[in-house]
């Protein structure tokens, strides 16, 4: 019974490169979702995923944030010209439904220098 | 993005001492979740509530939704060392995303 994986768990990132995370869900978890959390703050919403559709992105921060989901399992969220300001861990979270129990991966801790 | 007020910010206990914190909002959610993340860790899900007044318990964690579906507490009982870490609550609006709370940092003194 694994539970949700998160790769890599640290990414350290000079600015304008790009930047790619990868989540892997708990098997049969139809709901995906990406969070960001500054330090000392709770896990803010980016964007949900119902299977292989993006049913929301409101949260994304820029147009510089992608996230891709292309086979309803695996989601990669990507992060183009990467700034300080997207210093953040970045969290997965998957559920069995929508708005259900979400539990969550351990997180990238992504730093932009 | 939605207020979730969470309180207290931090508190500092001796082991074996109960604890207690909230959680309110200013919007009706359909469902409040409590979790409980430690340094270097993803949040882990520790009580889920989805109907108003509904009283959950977890081991020595129990949770309730309160009945004007803007609130909701958990209380720790008997603390011990290691329930040291921070607390979030978060609860979803009908037919919307969750929001979280900016938590509660527990330590216990032993």
């Known amino acids: 019974g694994a539970g949700v994986s998160q790769s890599p768990r640290y990414k350290v990132a000079k600015r304008g490169q790009d930047v790619a995370l990868r989540c892997d869900p708990i098997s049969g978890h139809v709901s995906l979702f990406w969070y960001q959390q500054a330090l000392g703050q709770g896990p803010e919403f980016l964007t949900y995923?119902?299977?292989?559709?993006?049913?929301?992105k409101s949260g994304l921060p820029s147009d510089r944030f992608f996230a891709e989901r292309p086979e309803g399992s695996v989601s990669t969220l990507k992060i183009q010209r990467t700034q300080q300001e997207d210093s953040a861990v970045y969290l997965c979270?998957?559920?069995?439904?929508?708005?259900?129990?979400?539990?969550f991966g351990p997180g990238t801790r992504l730093t932009v220098t | 993005g939605q207020q979730l007020n969470q309180s207290p910010q931090s508190m500092f206990i001796q082991e074996g001492e109960d604890v207690s914190m909230n959680c309110t909002s200013s919007s009706i959610f359909n469902t409040w979740l409590w979790y409980k993340q430690d340094p270097g860790e993803g949040p882990v899900l520790l009580i889920a509530?989805?109907?108003?007044?509904e009283l959950t318990s977890n081991g020595r964690l129990t949770a309730q939704f309160g009945i004007t579906r803007k609130d909701s507490f958990l209380n720790i009982s008997a603390s011990i060392p290691s329930d040291v870490g921070i607390y979030f609550c978060a609860g979803d609006l009908p037919g919307n995303q969750f929001y979280f709370g900016t938590g509660t940092s527990l330590t216990v003194i032993p």
């Open positions: 509530l989805y109907k108003a007044g």
């Open positions: 979270a998957s559920s069995i439904r929508i708005l259900h129990e979400q539990y």
């Open positions: 995923f119902q299977n292989e559709a993006q049913l929301d």
